[in-house]
């Protein structure tokens, strides 16, 4: 035995067990169970099975201090688990590649594109064998509570501790456990690496779209002091043109002015002439209708051949004026058209100058867009392989927390020998040799069942009653004892000769003071109600007169 070492109680009172549960009361249960046991016949059995021993052993279990807990190794060395975890990519050949683009953008975009889906489309996982350490996340739990009680009961060990002959010894266990260290580590190494990429990432992507910001305003600057330079000649050039625009139009309209004044003045005169004619008609007309009333025949045709050469005079007078005025007409809207022409043509001249102008500011802005979007396609690709590498990092965590619940919420000072008590009885029959394990149990308040029970539970077999009283505290426990042994025992020869050795050391039938231990058990036992005064009789006749086998 180690000198750091922490014995667990095979029977352990549950909370509202006022009375304890002595050696005594142990040894007794465990062989009216055993004895339960052997009596049950199996098919073709024809006699009874032999019980060849009852040995109490300690399944070795090595808690190795880690972090804030105690990694849990199998001494026996039965388990083999693995565990599985994601594999990084080769990132020295990403950090060569940003690296190499740190200074030279068209290399660094190169590396965006060539690593666009590194990060993301890996699928290789690495499988690590942890042998020898318990991963069963409910038996971990089991292990811990049950540490934790022994720990608060401060129980004196005062029996002798027989092992099952552990494979792992201190130094092999330590070694063991530095399994799980080692991968812990590489996966706080994993983390750290793809924290630096991300970093690396982030500061040369920022550095390139700080550049480009750069020579965005460095573009911008160049184009305004050319647009700048320009500017005057094209400003001067254009307020010539206008000035030249504006004669032109101006001397155009006083041509035109010159060429209708006349025509003006002439219209003025026939509409004059028009007027005297029209009132020198009107005073003819009423000096025929004079004639008329007087019925003078000749002076009425006398005053219609002057009404009838008046008329021709006022229709050849309006025939001129309409011919002036649409002459004017025609005249305006030629000058109208030929001054629009003008403008056209001068507009023309102006655009084509101010165009030197919108050119430089559309190479500026074409320049200033197809930078503006390289940095949006820096960002883009930048935060994609970012946002890869951030679940990878989610992804590593959350294995190095899965890792770490691999330890126990307990750390103990120095790697400490867990002893984990169960029973392993020998039955011998004709043929066979059977084996059967009884692991820790749970001592439950035996008054409260007593009472329920009263008036059935003396029609109840003694193995059945006692199951009421003692329950498996773990069902994951049992099931370990169990398949680790037996799993043990038949696949490794030289274990089963040193575990039946160890286990007829550890032999109850065979101590001194037996007789009187198995009294005082069933006694103990009777006291509680859980036995009947023939059972008890009967299991101590069977243990005591050498009456095992039959």
Request: with cysteine; hydrophobic share 40%; glycine share 2%.
């Amino acid at each position: 035995m180690p000198t750091t070492s922490l014995v667990l109680p095979f029977a352990v009172p549950a909370k509202e067990r006022a009375k304890a549960f002595t050696p005594s009361m142990e040894v007794a249960s465990i062989l009216l169970l055993t004895e339960a046991r052997r009596k049950k016949r199996v098919l073709f059995e024809t006699k009874p099975k032999k019980t060849s021993f009852v040995s109490k052993l300690h399944f070795p279990l090595w808690a190795v201090p880690w972090e804030n807990g105690s990694l849990i190794i199998d001494g026996l060395g039965v388990f083999s688990p693995t565990i599985v975890f994601f594999a990084l990519p080769d990132i020295t050949i990403f950090i060569d590649d940003v690296e190499r683009g740190a200074s030279v953008r068209e290399q660094f975009l190169r590396a965006l594109e060539k690593h666009e889906k590194t990060f993301g489309d890996f699928a290789k996982t690495v499988k690590v064998q942890v042998n020898a350490v318990i991963i069963d996340e409910e038996l971990l739990t089991t292990i811990f509570e049950y540490t934790k009680e022994t720990v608060a009961l401060k129980l004196k060990e005062d029996e002798a501790v027989v092992l099952a002959p552990p494979k792992l010894d201190l130094q092999a266990a330590a070694e063991t456990a530095q399994t799980v260290q080692r991968l812990h580590k590489q996966l706080q190494a994993d983390t750290r690496s793809l924290e630096y990429i991300k970093k690396l990432l982030e500061e040369t992507s920022m550095f390139h779209e700080q550049k480009i910001l750069r020579e965005i305003e460095y573009t911008r600057e160049a184009y305004e002091n050319e647009i700048a330079k320009l500017r005057p000649s094209v400003d001067k050039k254009v307020e010539q043109l206008l000035r030249e625009r504006d004669a032109r139009t101006a001397k155009m309209n006083k041509n035109m002015e010159n060429e209708l004044r006349s025509k003006e003045r002439e219209m003025e005169r026939r509409e004059r002439e028009l007027q005297r004619l029209e009132l020198t008609r009107a005073s003819f007309l009423q000096r025929r209708e004079t004639r008329k009333r007087r019925h003078d025949k000749i002076g009425v045709t006398h005053w219609e051949h002057r009404i009838q050469v008046q008329e021709n005079k006022i229709d050849e007078v309006k025939a001129r004026i309409r011919a002036l005025l649409e002459f004017i007409e025609k005249t305006r809207r030629q000058n109208d058209a030929d001054t629009e022409k003008l403008r056209f043509g001068y507009q023309a001249l102006i655009d084509q100058e101010r165009k030197k102008i919108v050119d430089i500011e559309f190479q500026r802005d074409k320049s200033v867009e197809a930078k503006q979007k390289e940095i949006a396609w820096l960002r883009l690709a930048t935060s994609g392989i970012i946002s890869q590498i951030e679940e990878l990092v989610k992804r590593k965590q959350e294995q190095e927390r899965e890792l770490k619940k691999l330890a126990i919420p307990w750390q103990f000072e120095d790697t400490t020998l867990l002893c984990l008590p169960f029973y392993l009885v020998c039955y011998q029959t004709q043929k066979k040799t059977q084996f059967q394990t009884f692991p820790p149990f749970k001592v439950l308040n035996s008054e409260g069942i007593v009472k329920t029970l009263q008036k059935t539970i003396r029609s109840i077999r003694p193995a059945s009653r006692l199951k009421l009283f003692l329950q498996p505290r773990s069902k994951t426990l049992s099931k370990m004892l169990d398949f680790v042994l037996q799993e043990k025992m038949e696949s490794d020869k030289a274990f089963n000769e040193s575990l039946l050795q160890a286990a007829a050391s550890a032999n109850i039938l065979e101590l001194q003071n037996f007789k009187e231990t198995l009294t005082k058990g069933v006694e103990e036992l009777k006291a509680e109600g859980w036995i009947s005064q023939k059972d008890g009789d009967i299991i101590i006749k069977a243990y005591t007169e050498k009456e095992i086998a039959n």
